[in-house]
């Protein structure tokens, strides 16, 4: 080794070659959730449009499907929504017939929501086997599922605020 150059000279340019892959747009986990998040939009996209229906709008209605009598409230910590997003969904749902808006006679400022039995019919018409398909997961399906919300609820408590909460 010449004595102008050190052992942390020579190993530079491989840490600054090692530095630039790590920076590749394709090693950025956060870019490979985004682009999953966008290949799901389009594997559900013809199951939904058949049925008149936004990823956002089959979301809710599924959220709903879990617990009757929810508050606007509660089902936006569900979908990391605020109210002022989610109303506008739940209006057209409603107007369509698939979900029943309510002020609770309790709390005047609180508005219930119900699935109809439209809403329900809906749902269980909904076939998701060709999306579980699509992501060649398999019996892998659940545990990448956990892995990504354990993620998403990482995050969340990095930036100080409670999953389920926005």
């Keep these: 080794m010449p004595k102008s150059q050190t052992a942390k000279d020579i190993a530079a340019p491989s840490s600054a070659a090692a530095d630039r892959e790590g920076r590749k747009l394709s090693n950025f986990l956060c870019f490979a959730v985004y ?6 939009g389009r594997v559900y996209k013809p199951v939904l ?3 008149g229906l936004t990823y956002t709008q089959y979301i809710a209605l599924q959220a709903l499907s ?6 606007v409230g509660a089902l936006g910590e569900k979908m990391f929504l605020e109210s002022n997003t989610l109303t506008p969904i739940l209006k057209k749902l409603e ?7 309510q002020r609770d006679p309790a709390d005047e400022r609180q508005v219930r929501l119900n699935l109809t039995p439209a809403g329900r019919n809906l749902l269980e018409s909904i076939s998701t086997a060709a999306v579980s398909e699509a992501t060649g997961l398999g019996e892998e399906f659940p545990v990448m599922q956990k892995s990504v919300a354990r993620l998403r609820d990482n995050l969340m408590r990095a ?3 409670e999953p389920g909460r926005s």
């Excluded at 107007?95 to 808006?101: A, D, E, L, Q, T």
Aim: glycine share 4%.
């Design 95 to 101: 107007s369509i017939g698939y979900v029943r808006r």
């Design 35 to 40: 682009s999953a998040n966008l290949a799901f």
């Design 49 to 51: 449009d058949a049925l």
């Design 66 to 71: 879990e617990e009757d009598d929810q508050t």
């Design 159 to 161: 930036t100080h605020a």
